[in-house]
């Protein structure tokens, strides 16, 4: 059966999956599904009736690991909950940019949105409601204004997504980060302004970091390197990068996920973040790019960590010679402070003009006692 937008069907079932599917995936896009169990007067009974990436099951519905279907068990859905919504967020791009979203409920029922000429970042697509003891999913395709943090407050949500103000780094770029620390906050998505810090909880869990970038053009072009400077506890220190991908199993148990030589995204995972002291994580445009700004990429560098807090920082510097990057400092204490630090390296169109002992292509520098600096470092080159 095809649902047309406002129609509604039975529910035959009551084990029934949910699949999503979008048209376009756009590169460097996060594509977040999320469902809320509503009560009968649309909104939710408490934060636990939030069903998304980091927070992945309610009674009687599972985000699936692919985050893209849920499995609904309207057998075990609480009693109190008379509604459940259906939700399809898309970070930094508006819907439109996903062509149309195609809801799959069990086997017979199908209803295909079409987002094309959609300005809103997210889209309430459907609704599984209960009515007279018997469920039904009714086809919404409405869209809001806002990200995840506005749709989920719609509902009823307690959602914060500000850090708390930290002051300024320490200037000078051989120093290190020195905002005060902040009490830990549940995040949900930031995004961390330049100079900007905030801490999260030590749990044991992991911190992943991805670079996502575009091509300049069609084709995708463009290869950016993801590295991570590292000092463990024991003041050993090194890097992971293109040509070590470190292991999980092994200090420093700090993994990149590969080299990918065009648009696309890089990861590297933090599985041992109390082995650490300090992070610094940077990026290399490759020589293959030429000249170009690293803002023409319209990178961003994305931090999760076992909670599901999200931070994301941009990278917004337009000049056409910089290659080189320290993006974001992480310090390992009694909490874990991220600093958006945002260092870029001296630029290769100062001939003869730069610091002495600097270069364009020298990679940054992370030392034992946390501080760094910028064009100093190691040079090297892929084969």
């Known amino acids: ?36 169990m509503l009560r009968s007067d649309g909104r939710v009974r408490g934060d636990d009736d939030m069903v998304f990436f980091n927070q992945r099951s309610a009674p009687g519905l599972a985000l699936d690991a692919d985050g893209r279907s849920f499995d609904l068990d309207t057998a075990g859905v609480a009693t109190d909950v008379d509604k459940i919504a259906i939700c399809v967020v898309v970070d930094g791009r508006p819907a439109s940019s996903l062509g149309a979203i195609e809801l799959r409920v069990g086997q017979d029922i199908v209803f295909r949105h079409d987002v094309g000429a959609s ?4 889209i309430i697509l459907a609704e599984i409601y209960r009515r007279n003891g018997e469920w039904k999913v009714r086809a919404v395709g409405q869209g809001f204004t806002g990200g995840m943090a506005p749709l989920a407050r719609s509902f009823g ?27 830990p906050v ?45 000092v463990m506890r024991d003041g050993t220190c090194g890097k992971i990068y293109w040509n070590d991908h470190g292991s999980r199993d092994r200090a420093p148990f700090v993994t990149l996920s590969g080299d990918s030589q065009s648009a696309g995204m890089e990861e590297i995972v933090l599985h041992r973040p109390d082995q650490l002291r300090y992070a610094l994580f940077a990026a290399y445009s490759a020589v293959g790019n030429g000249t170009g700004s690293f803002m023409s990429f319209r990178p961003r560098v994305v931090l999760t960590d076992h909670a599901g807090n999200e931070v994301t920082i941009p990278l917004l510097n337009p000049n056409d010679f910089s290659y080189w990057v320290a993006i974001s400092h ?7 402070q991220i600093s958006h630090v945002e260092t870029y390296g001296v630029s290769g169109a100062m001939f003869g003009k730069k610091p002495k002992g600097t270069d364009a292509e020298a990679a940054p520098r992370l030392h034992r006692d946390g501080t760094f600096d910028v064009s100093l470092g190691d040079i090297e080159f892929k084969d």
């Open 1 to 36: 059966m095809q649902l047309s937008k406002g129609g509604n069907a039975p529910l035959v079932d009551t084990s029934i999956r949910l699949a999503l599917a979008f048209d376009r995936t756009p590169e460097g896009a996060d594509i977040d599904v999320s469902a809320y």
């Open 119 to 122: 300005p809103e970042a997210a």
């Open 157 to 183: 949500m307690d959602v914060s997504d500000d850090p708390a103000p930290a002051a300024p780094a320490t200037p000078a770029p051989a120093a290190p980060p020195t905002p005060p620390k902040s009490a």
């Open 186 to 230: 549940s995040l949900k998505k930031v995004t961390l302004e330049k100079k900007g810090s905030v801490s999260l909880k030590k749990g044991g869990g992991e911190i992943r970091a991805r670079l996502y970038w575009e091509g300049r053009d069609d084709k995708g072009e463009g290869d950016l390197d993801f590295y991570c400077f590292y």
């Open 330 to 336: 992480v310090d390992v204490g009694d909490e874990i």
